[in-house]
């Protein structure tokens, strides 16, 4: 049965088990997000896509959508508390724009430009992060990992290999790998897993792959970052069929 | 003529930085002749004047890595009515602050000690050399800074028109085109 929410005043329908984010964005409506993507199931970690439900804030991505619901999505206060999530990535890592790979191909980046980042604002932590090249094919490089979990849920869904995990608390939370020797090249991953190409930032880059698309011509450089969602999501209906499989 | 309206008066320097962004300003071309008819150059690389004076704005570009940096800096945010950030370096640290994760004594001793290629081989101690400092800074850390111009550098078409903005007392929009971290 299909009943309909509001997303800034227009009409969304929407299918039993649907989220905000899943009616939004089969809707084309755009929520701004980072750890969803809709492949996966969803994670409600980055917060980009709070949103506004019957006078609560809710993640969107894992908020299930109910008949009548009232959801406030893009204003500017919302979207100033999304800048500020979005800056605070930045600062608690170490994102070296110019001296990324994946700059251009970066969803953070994107979302930077998006949300209109104009300064980093807060105080950089520049914390030490590790470096790990012992993959023959993959790189790892925890100085841009953000948390979002993409590589940790398509390695144990999709791949059926549990490649990574989340360790530690608080401001001490790191991507783990899991192998004895906690080192990338002492896994079964391999360069063909899902797991490799899902991270949306640079922190899982495959190697001798750097530069083969030209800095101006890269995703970003082409697209908006709500145009990706958007294709994203339309890619995955039509593999999927259009009741999502 | 006596009544004929002060210029603009701009100081720019480069802290911990690669001078990229000054040739980004040079980049626009032609319109230098255009800039020149708004604006008086007060201390930048181009005038080789040591000290900033009073400025209606100020344009940094490098992080702060040492105390000379951290003193040319305070005299900008003491001369300039407005301070721009210009380029990742004064807004990130960008690649300057690669080593801010690394011991500065391990940092000295890999860049002037262990290196094959260096001959009489010592760290420098020149009392006029300035002191460096832990970490590299971006400019906002150390000063209140009034704009920021990103990218690395920002193309000279992205300069030329915060630049107008502002001479011209507009408030200068970046678009989404011209807002680029890389």
Not at chain 1, 80 to 85: K, S
Not at chain 2, 36 to 43: P, S, Y
Not at chain 2, 64 to 90: D, H, M, Q, T
Request: glycine content about 8%; overall charge negative.
């Amino acid at each position: 049965m299909t009943s309909t929410i509001t997303i800034d005043g227009k009409t969304v329908p929407f299918t039993e088990g649907q989220t905000i984010m899943d009616a939004a964005l089969a809707a084309k409506v755009y929520i701004p997000h980072l750890c969803h993507d809709p492949e996966f199931k969803p994670h409600g970690s980055c917060k980009l896509c709070v949103v506004e439900a019957n006078g609560r804030n809710v993640t969107s991505c894992t908020m299930p959508a109910s008949p009548d619901m009232v959801v406030i999505n893009d204003t500017p206060e919302l979207n100033e508390d999304r800048r500020a999530l979005v800056q605070m990535l930045f600062v608690e890592g170490n994102h070296i724009c110019p001296a990324c790979e994946a700059t251009g191909n970066c969803q953070l980046q994107a979302a930077g430009y998006y949300l209109r980042m104009q300064s980093p604002h807060f105080m950089h932590f520049y914390p030490p992060r590790r470096v790990d090249a012992s993959h023959p094919d993959i790189f790892l490089d925890l100085n841009r990992c953000i948390l979002c979990e993409l590589c940790v849920r398509a390695s144990r869904d999709i791949d059926k290999k549990n490649v990574f995990g989340i360790s530690g608390r608080g401001i001490d939370s790191h991507l783990a790998v899991n192998s004895e020797s906690g080192r990338l090249g002492d896994t079964d991953m391999a360069v063909t897993d899902k797991a490799a190409h899902v991270c949306p930032t640079g922190a899982i880059l495959i190697k001798r792959k750097g530069y083969t698309v030209p800095i101006g011509q890269r995703i970003f450089d082409q697209k908006t970052l709500r145009e990706f969602h958007l294709e994203q999501q339309k890619r995955v209906e039509s593999e999927d069929g259009p009741d999502g499989g | 003529m006596a009544d004929e309206k002060p210029k603009i008066r701009i100081a720019t320097c480069s802290l911990a930085g690669c001078f990229g962004c000054h040739t980004s300003l040079l980049d626009i071309d032609e319109r230098l002749f255009d800039l020149m008819e708004m604006v008086e150059f007060d201390r930048t690389p181009f005038t080789d004047i040591k000290h900033c004076g009073p400025c209606d704005i100020g344009i940094v570009e490098g992080g702060v890595s040492n105390a000379e940096n951290a003193r040319v800096l305070k005299e900008f945010r003491e001369n300039c009515n407005v301070l721009v950030a210009i380029g990742s370096c004064a807004i990130t640290g960008n690649v300057p602050a690669l080593r801010n994760n690394i011991d500065l004594w391990d940092c000295f001793q890999e860049v002037y000690l262990y290196d094959s290629g260096t001959e009489g081989k010592q760290i420098p101690n020149d009392p006029e050399l300035p002191l460096p400092f832990d970490k590299v800074y971006p400019i906002y850390e150390v000063v209140k800074v009034d704009y920021f111009l990103h990218g690395c550098p920002p193309p000279a078409d992205a300069i030329w028109r915060f630049l107008t903005a502002l001479i011209q007392g507009r408030e200068p929009e970046i678009g989404y085109e011209s807002l680029r971290y890389d």
